[in-house]
T-cell receptor, first 109, second 111 residues
Framework: AQRVTQPEKLLSVFKGAPVELKCNYS??????LFWYVQYSRQRLQLLLR??SRESIKGFTADLNKGETSFHLKKPFAQEEDSAMYYC???????????FGKGTMLLVSP | DVKVTQSSRYLVKRTGEKVFLECVQD?????MFWYRQDPGLGLRLIYF???????EKGDIPEGYSVSREKKERFSLILESASTNQTSMYLC??????????FGPGTRLTVL
């Protein structure tokens, strides 16, 4: 069975500090990995997906198949990055997603 | 721009009531999903549908049913609401190969 683990419930950093939100997955096949973000009082939305290999709002994430990880990184956190972040996995070719439990990022001034 | 709408933002019901949550998407997506979102538990898939009149159980289908009579509409039904079904309910739709698009959510309280 596929599983997504986000070990931190809460990550608190100061503005300008580097941020890394951890995500580990277990799946024997070829996964698609995503990061979703939910800002306060807004709907859940896609932040980035590994196949696009792009940077969104300064965030990047690299799929490491050897370590089965897909950590989300940003070199300099901003206050507006404060949100709930979810890592998600989809088996290529299937439409369903398996979500992690989420990490709340708080960026203080 | 994809639009997924849910019939209510907030809903308060009593134990034992039958509850209908409606979701509509305007992008002709084949796949639609219902999740519940709880603090510390993340998003858990209740049911999904890959076509009209088709449905598949997700991870936590007990106590719920769904209906998809039209492609754009996917309904979640709580046959007899219980207090442990108090939660935020999220609907999503997706086209194959694309991302999932989420609705704003319905916060359901069962008293």
């Amino acid at each position: 069975a596929q599983r997504v683990t986000q070990p931190e419930k809460l990550l608190s950093v100061f503005k300008g500090a580097p941020v890394e939100l951890k995500c580990n997955y277990s799946y024997s096949g070829s996964p698609e990995l995503f990061w979703y973000v939910q800002y306060s009082r807004q709907r859940l939305q896609l932040l980035l997906r590994h196949i696009s290999r792009e940077s969104i709002k300064g965030f990047t994430a690299d799929l490491n198949k050897g370590e089965t990880s897909f950590h989300l990184k940003k070199p300099f956190a901003q206050e507006e990055d404060s949100a709930m972040y979810y890592c998600a996995l989809s088996h290529s070719g299937y439409s369903t997603l398996t979500f992690g439990k989420g990490t709340m990022l708080l960026v203080s001034p | 721009d994809v639009k997924v709408t849910q019939s209510s933002r907030y809903l308060v019901k009593r134990t034992g009531e039958k509850v209908f949550l409606e979701c509509v998407q305007d992008m002709d997506h084949e796949n639609m999903f219902w999740y519940r979102q709880d603090p510390g538990l993340g998003l858990r898939l209740i049911y999904f549908s890959y076509d009209v009149k088709m449905k598949e159980k997700g991870d936590i289908p007990e106590g719920y049913s769904v209906s998809r009579e039209k492609k754009e509409r996917f309904s979640l039904i709580l046959e007899s609401a219980s207090t442990n079904q108090t939660s935020m309910y999220l609907c999503a739709s997706r086209e194959a190969g694309d991302t999932q698009y989420f609705g704003p959510g319905t916060r359901l309280t069962v008293l």
